[in-house]
């Protein structure tokens, strides 16, 4: 699995956009790059996932950089229900969803 | 149904108990995981199931003892725990694993957070 960095933290405001980065330089073709966020003590919930193209859902939008080392989730209007954890993680053939640290993502009133 | 339920929701048991952690999903998902979550900590693979067999143990004690009698049902077995062993117990599945999956995402459930004692 390719290795994913993440800021440990972020904060935002609430109503403005929430930009969250994540670096997987060394990814591979056949990755794809997927975002799940975990609110206090519970599991994860899936956001949203893509290979090269920018991707939208009802969630968020992910812009994923054109040479794909890099990639940023945005939560357009950032509400204090998207307190969570964030974690990008890279996935390709065969591979499972390995979790790193992520970014502590506080919004503030 | 995009549901993945967890029984129960908490539980405590003594290190000489035996227990039994119940994870299922009526998706027809044929990959069913185990993850265990510390405090302040991601969730870290322990167990992964695919077409009801193991195909990953991520080297995990024998003390933990996952089986998964049909598509839909995952368990995991807990027998002689240290209080180490406390924590949040995550089930997901995935439609499946391997090559053809990769474009599908894992649902989780809500966990079971265990306490040795």
């Known amino acids: 699995d390719a290795k994913t960095t993440q800021p440990p933290s972020m904060d935002c405001a609430e109503g403005r956009a929430a930009n969250l980065p994540c670096n997987h330089s060394?990814?591979?073709?056949?990755?794809?790059v997927y975002w799940y966020r975990q609110i206090h003590s519970q599991g994860p919930q899936y956001i949203i996932h893509?290979?090269?193209n920018n991707e939208t859902n009802e969630m968020a939008s992910l812009i994923i950089t054109e040479d794909r080392k890099s990639s940023t989730l945005i939560l357009p209007h950032a509400t204090l229900r998207d307190t969570a954890v964030y974690y990008c993680?890279?996935?390709?053939?065969?591979?499972?969803?390995?979790f790193g640290p992520g970014t502590r993502l506080s919004v503030l009133p | 149904d995009t549901e993945v339920t967890q029984t129960p929701k908490h539980l405590v048991m003594g290190m000489t108990n035996k227990k039994s952690l119940k994870c299922e999903q009526h998706m027809g998902h044929r990959a069913m995981y185990w993850y265990k979550q510390k405090a302040k900590k991601p969730p870290e693979l322990m167990f992964v199931?695919?077409?009801?067999?193991?195909?990953i143990n991520e080297s995990v004690p024998s003390r933990f003892s996952p089986e998964c009698p049909n598509s839909s049902l995952l368990n995991l077995h807990l027998h002689a725990l240290q209080p180490e062993d406390s924590a949040l117990y995550l089930c997901?599945?995935?439609?499946?694993?391997?090559?053809?999956?990769?474009?599908?995402?894992?649902?989780f459930g809500q966990g079971t957070r265990l306490t040795v004692v």
């Open positions: 060394t990814i591979s073709g056949n990755e794809y």
């Open positions: 893509g290979l090269k």
């Open positions: 997901a599945s995935r439609i499946g694993q391997g090559a053809s999956f990769r474009n599908t995402e894992a649902f």
């Open positions: 199931y695919s077409y009801e067999k193991l195909s």
């Open positions: 993680i890279a996935v390709g053939f065969g591979q499972n969803f390995v």
